[in-house]
């Protein structure tokens, strides 16, 4: 299983940026999708999820409304939506995928495929 992971850059505070993963495992809708991210010095945090069954969708309570993530199983790939970006976004956003329960959605690890990494930029 390979995730790839792009769409990241340098945006101003207030903008959008949509983030994608290609995945192979996002058509058969048997793996739970997720977002990560990682800013210098600190964890890897969880983003977004949205699970393999029923598609429903969590989020972290500091990007609240902001990110939407969704899929496109035609495509084989996972987007994550930003909007209102803010200078604390700024990080490294992993996508991460399980074939797993997923009862405890935000810890990393659970997610047995991750992506590269794409570098998100927020200017003040």
């Known amino acids: 299983v390979q995730l790839q992971a792009f769409g990241g850059g340098l945006v101003q505070a207030g903008g959008s940026l949509t983030l994608s993963c290609a995945a192979s495992?996002?058509?058969?809708?048997?793996?739970?999708m997720a977002w990560f991210r990682q800013a210098p010095g600190k964890e890897r945090e969880f983003v977004a999820t949205i699970r393999r069954m029923g598609g429903r969708t969590y989020y972290a309570d500091s990007v609240g409304e902001r990110f939407t993530i969704s899929k496109d199983a035609a495509k084989n790939t996972v987007y994550l939506q930003m909007n209102s970006l803010k200078p604390d976004d700024t990080a490294v956003y992993y996508c991460?995928?399980?074939?797993?329960?997923?009862?405890?959605?935000?810890?990393?690890?659970?997610?047995?495929?991750w992506g590269q990494g794409t570098q998100v930029t927020v200017s003040s």
């Open positions: 495992i996002v058509t058969d809708g048997s793996a739970s």
């Open positions: 991460a995928a399980t074939y797993g329960p997923t009862s405890t959605y935000r810890d990393v690890n659970i997610y047995r495929y």
